[in-house]
């Protein structure tokens, strides 16, 4: 997986036409309030990527396409799911693996909250890590 910057995006017409290489997506990156510009994470055929629709888990990314709905476009991923098969699915459905994670943590503190149970310091520290490499 290849993380480029907006700068970086204008050479990316400089790559070889065997590179199998597709935008997952732009993401907005919000760092103490503050929007930077956005990212584009490029997957390779057979990187792993999460989808975060039931039923879940880890995917094997095999490409995409785009597809007109109504007046606008969508991307449709094709993965490999372990237990619906060989699928295609809107884009917004998934994220990469260092996402997941990130979300995932967000949430345990979330629902501790809620709960009324202690979140452990370790777990904050961890949000904190993840919050200052963003």
């Not at 452990?120 to 890590?129: A, C, G, M, N, Y």
Request: with cysteine; proline share 3%.
């Amino acid at each position: 997986m290849v993380q480029l910057t907006a700068e970086r995006l204008i050479g990316l017409r400089q790559l070889k036409e065997e590179d199998v290489i597709c935008a997952l997506e732009i993401r907005r990156v919000h760092h103490h309030g503050v929007e930077s510009c956005g990212r584009y994470i490029l997957m390779n055929t057979g990187d792993l990527i999460w989808q975060s629709r039931m039923p879940g888990g880890v995917c094997i990314y095999l490409g995409e396409r785009a597809v007109k709905e109504g007046d606008r476009w969508e991307t449709y991923y094709k993965v490999l799911h372990h237990t619906e098969g060989l699928i295609e699915d809107p884009a917004y459905y998934y994220m990469t693996l260092e996402e997941e994670e990130i979300y995932s943590k967000r949430r345990a503190v979330y629902e501790l909250e809620k709960a009324g149970h202690p979140v452990p310091s370790w777990l904050r520290r961890e949000i904190e890590v993840d919050d200052e490499s963003r």
